[in-house]
T-cell receptor
Framework: DGGITQSPKYLFRKEGQNVTLSCEQNLNHDAMYWYRQDPGQGLRLIYYSQIVNDFQKGDIAEGYSVSREKKESFPLTVTSAQKNPTAFYLC???????????FGSGTRLTVV | EDQVTQSPEALRLQEGESSSLNCSYTVSGLRGLFWYRQDPGKGPEFLFTLYSAGEEKEKERLKATLTKKESFLHITAPKPEDSATYLCAVQRGGSGNTGKLIFGQGTTLQVKP
């Protein structure tokens, strides 16, 4: 089945630690996105990539980094510079065919 | 500035009690308006895309409509399994379109048996 796989489902980060969230897709979509979701707030865009080896900052990129070395993968690193990283992180791809997003199942990150 | 506002924030219905969720938006050149359903701890699931004022789409007990300023998600005779958070998002059109969606904060629906 085609889809998006996010891992891990739950992740715990200690203060000062960098962690990487994985996002893999087999939909053959060019564009990939990372969103952050906090209770009572809409999804906010962190980074996006429309093509391999290229990516752009979204609205809340500070404290995060990404890479796009291959079409299928768009990992997100939450660095120690992100002061409030506890949130639900969603990866999505965009289809130019039907013009909408497909989302992964999310990673819940908690600072301990 | 592009903005999406959903109301109400939370809605409690009895099974069979029909109602509507509202999504008001301001965007420079609407390319599309999207509705998603999200269950707790899961990623959003696509429901509808609407492209122009006057357009309507239906799926089972759900019907989405679009005007130039807002969209409604009508739920007819809801069942407990319709309980979820419903997200509205808009995509700006025009050149340089990045595919970015601007999301509202969502409406959490609870349907009691």
């Amino acid at each position: 089945d085609g889809g998006i796989t996010q891992s891990p489902k739950y992740l715990f980060r200690k203060e000062g630690q960098n962690v990487t969230l994985s996002c893999e897709q087999n939909l053959n979509h060019d564009a990939m996105y990372w969103y952050r979701q906090d209770p009572g707030q809409g999804l906010r865009l962190i980074y996006y990539s429309q093509i391999v080896n290229d990516f752009q900052k979204g609205d809340i990129a500070e404290g995060y980094s990404v890479s796009r070395e291959k079409k299928e993968s768009f990992p997100l690193t939450v660095t120690s510079a992100q002061k409030n990283p506890t949130a639900f992180y969603l990866c999505a791809t965009f289809s130019t065919g039907w013009g909408g997003y497909t989302f992964g199942s999310g990673t819940r990150l908690t600072v301990v | 500035e592009d903005q999406v506002t959903q109301s109400p924030e939370a809605l409690r219905l009895q099974e069979g009690e029909s109602s509507s969720l509202n999504c008001s938006y301001t965007v420079s050149g609407l390319r599309g308006l999207f509705w998603y359903r999200q269950d707790p701890g899961k990623g959003p699931e696509f429901l509808f895309t609407l492209y122009s004022a006057g357009e309507e789409k239906e799926k089972e007990r759900l019907k989405a409509t679009l005007t130039k300023k807002e969209s409604f998600l009508h739920i007819t005779a809801p069942k407990p399994e319709d309980s979820a958070t419903y997200l509205c998002a808009v995509q700006r059109g025009g050149s340089g379109n990045t595919g970015k969606l601007i999301f509202g904060q969502g409406t959490t629906l609870q349907v009691k048996p």
